[in-house]
């Protein structure tokens, strides 16, 4: 897992502690510069998260693929998370609390720590904490407990909704020291247990938001050394697609799981196409010692390292920007007519091409899923 890595000036955009500054954008990117002229340069949490929408249409103005979008939707969102704990931070600092007592890390998890989130994500985050003596533990997790619960707070209130499955770093399953995350994915990784590698899936695609980007590091070191050799936990990895098919019947149509579904013509793509080619390209990265984390960079890291063939590279990493792009712009169109944006798709929307690419995407997918079954 490479942490960090911006390859694009894009990427600056919300890497500061504050906004881009609207008069530093050339005339050439003036639906952004419009944009953020639109939000103020001092928004509060809930206009400036409320305002993503607006940032998806400007980027969209200026031809972007929906893959960068993803990623800039997770900068901001990562710029959320730094402004809500450097408040939570200052708050606690006023109310007698002091500075943080030991150096400590909150990283994002899922699409946020893969830098693809699309729109309306929950809070999938975790916390790493320096080593310190066990004596301190109620003084030092008592302080880090409280400063989970207030960012949290901050961000549901602002939007961003707290995490139904409870994957926050205000809860202690999801706040540890570091040698406690490395002896926690040790038992994880033990053995063939579905629970556990369900938890590890979700811990596994994390980046750093704020704090001692190092304890990060170190984490995704002890990862990438340990869990090549982990063989029945990652054959149990596998042995989950089952549970998560991609929405095709036996003879290879367009036919996804109606569970939950809006209409009789709703695909979930989120559930049935992305994650589905996120969970086999996991597997294979993990297998293979792949230390990036984003799907577009595994995929390529597992053609350089001899594990996946570049043109069946090429065709998955053109499925996944296809597929971000359809269900952004279904969250998109839901949104302006008052629904919420989710991971689901009216096929009734989509041309005969779409159709046929999708169908063929899917298929792509479930190769991969076979062939990472076999890695």
């Known amino acids: 897992m490479r942490l960090l890595h911006r390859a694009s000036p894009w990427r600056d955009l919300f890497a500061g502690a504050t906004l881009p500054d ?22 509060d949490l ?6 993503q929408p607006t940032l998806v249409e400007a980027l969209w103005r ?36 002091g ?64 995490c139904s499955g409870h994957v926050m770093a205000r809860w202690p399953m999801w706040r540890k020291r570091l040698s406690e995350w490395q002896r926690q994915l040790e038992i994880w990784s033990a053995d063939r247990r579905v629970k556990r590698v369900q938890q590890a899936n979700i811990l596994l695609d994390f980046t750093p938001a704020f704090g001692d980007e190092s304890l990060a590091e170190a984490l995704s070191d002890w990862v990438a ?24 019947d036996r003879l290879g149509r367009l036919a996804g799981s109606l569970q939950g579904a809006p209409h009789e013509r709703a695909i979930n793509l989120k559930h049935q196409a992305i994650l589905p080619l996120v969970a086999a390209t996991r597997l294979m990265s993990l297998r293979h010692g792949v230390r990036e984390i984003d799907t577009r960079r595994r995929l390529a890291a597992l053609v350089a390292r001899g594990k996946l063939g570049a043109d069946s ?15 952004l712009h279904e969250q998109c169109h839901n949104l302006t007519a008052g629904r919420a944006a989710d991971g689901w798709v009216d096929m009734a929307r989509l041309g005969k091409d779409q159709r046929l690419l999708l169908r063929y995407d899917l298929q792509q997918i479930r190769a991969l899923q076979r062939s990472a079954k076999r890695a």
């Open 313 to 327: 590279c090429r065709e998955l990493t053109a499925a996944h920007g296809r597929l971000q792009a359809l269900l």
């Open 62 to 97: 200026l031809d972007l693929p929906a893959w960068r979008i993803a990623q800039l939707i997770s900068d901001h969102n990562a710029w959320l998370y730094r402004r809500a704990i450097r408040l939570a931070e200052i708050e606690m600092k006023g109310q007698g609390w």
């Open 22 to 43: 609207p008069a530093s954008l050339p005339d050439l990117l003036a639906p952004l510069r419009d944009a953020l002229v639109d939000l103020g340069p001092h928004p």
């Open 225 to 248: 050394a340990r869990l090549p050799a982990a063989g029945l936990f990652l054959d149990e990895m596998g042995a989950l697609f089952d549970e998560q098919p991609v929405a095709l």
């Open 46 to 51: 809930a206009d400036a998260h409320a305002w």
């Open 99 to 162: 500075a943080p007592p030991v150096a400590y890390c909150v990283v994002v998890l899922g699409s946020g720590g893969r830098h693809e989130s699309l729109l309306a994500p929950d809070q999938d985050n975790a916390m790493i904490i320096d080593e310190y003596p066990d004596a301190r533990h109620v003084e030092i997790d008592g302080y880090f407990q409280s400063l989970g619960e207030r960012f949290s707070e901050r961000l549901d209130r602002a939007g961003i909704p707290l």
